[in-house]
């Protein structure tokens, strides 16, 4: 059974949070804070011992309860994460904005960012953003040999794209200047071949370039899969 989370009482509040109970007395004309407590019968106790104290002058009861008060538990004090690390992420100094602190921390890729302390403090949030790229990229890695801004699995194939029309990879036609172009992309970089009046020249081309960008680096690649 899950614990009764209503006190019946005036001044004695379930605080959610805290997992504990409130404790605000009424006297002369104000709400006094007496703390939080685990036991409801130790703020039932408390709150009859101020009720009673408020029964005296103002001052006498204004001198109690700042003794009081000195006895109850300090509220968390800042803490400094400079220099720890979370996963990721350094921090290297913090900033408060609107009664919420941000920790502007550096992360191994390189960039700085500034995230909210609870972020860094409950593992939400580890780096910039890179290890999620990195997750995506090993995911494309094992599953389509995705290597440096290169698929391997295209490189491999001889499968033509929908769009192409002349038959040969890399080689379009230009009805503007009826010659046939030869191209190729490698690591993200496209590179002119050349134009050509017929597709045979085009083709030849396109396939020494392959075996210049191509066979170099599907065999690095085979070579790296046997050492892993």
Same mark, same amino acid.
């Given at each position: 059974m899950g614990r009764n989370t209503s006190s019946g009482i005036k001044g004695i509040y379930w605080d959610k949070k805290a997992k504990k109970w409130r404790l605000w007395v009424n006297l002369y004309k104000k709400k006094w804070y007496m703390g939080t407590y685990s036991d409801i019968e130790k703020a039932k106790e408390l709150k009859l011992l101020a009720e009673e104290k408020g029964k005296i002058s103002f001052e006498q009861w204004s001198d109690w309860y700042s003794i009081f008060k000195s006895t109850l538990p300090k509220p968390n004090v800042f803490e400094d994460l400079t220099g720890q690390k979370f996963g990721r992420l350094l !921090?290297?100094?913090?900033? $408060?904005i609107k009664g919420k602190t941000y920790w502007y921390c550096k992360c191994d890729c390189g960039k700085e960012i500034k995230v909210a302390k609870? !972020?860094?403090?409950? *593992?939400?949030? $580890?780096?910039? *953003?890179?290890h999620k790229r990195d997750y995506v990229t090993s995911i494309f890695s094992d599953r389509f040999g995705y290597v440096d801004g290169t698929c391997v699995t295209h490189l491999k194939t001889e499968k033509l794209r929908k769009s192409n029309s002349s038959g040969v990879k890399g080689v379009t036609f230009h009805s503007k200047n009826k010659k046939w172009m030869a191209q190729i992309t490698f690591k993200r970089k496209n590179y002119y071949l050349g134009s050509f009046d017929n597709i045979e020249d085009a083709a030849v081309a396109r396939k020494e370039a392959e075996e210049r960008l191509f066979v170099p680096f599907l065999q690095w690649y085979e070579e790296q899969k046997k050492l892993n």
């Open positions: !921090a290297l100094r913090y900033e $408060v609870s !972020a860094i403090k409950n *593992g939400s949030q $580890v780096s910039c *953003g890179c």
